[in-house]
């Protein structure tokens, strides 16, 4: 019941902010193939969304 709510898109937005405000170059993020809504906030906060066939899983990738 707490889904679709934007508590996830918040929960990463913050985390995007603490890697930032600690000087990270980047934020690198790995999810399940499966799970096509994180997918979709990381593209929609910024992050290059990749296929790593080789661990297979889906990299989520922010420069800051």
């Not at 399940?32 to 593209?43: E, I, K, S, T």
């Not at 929609?44 to 922010?62: I, P, S």
Request: charged residues 30%; hydrophobic residues 50%.
């Amino acid at each position: 019941r707490y889904q679709r709510h934007g508590l996830g898109t918040e929960l990463l937005r913050r985390l995007v902010d603490a890697a930032r405000a600690e000087r990270l170059d980047r934020l690198v993020a790995a999810i399940l193939p499966d799970n096509y809504a994180m997918q979709r906030v990381c593209q929609r906060l910024g992050f290059a969304v990749r296929f790593d066939a080789a661990e297979e899983v889906v990299k989520a990738t922010l420069a800051l």
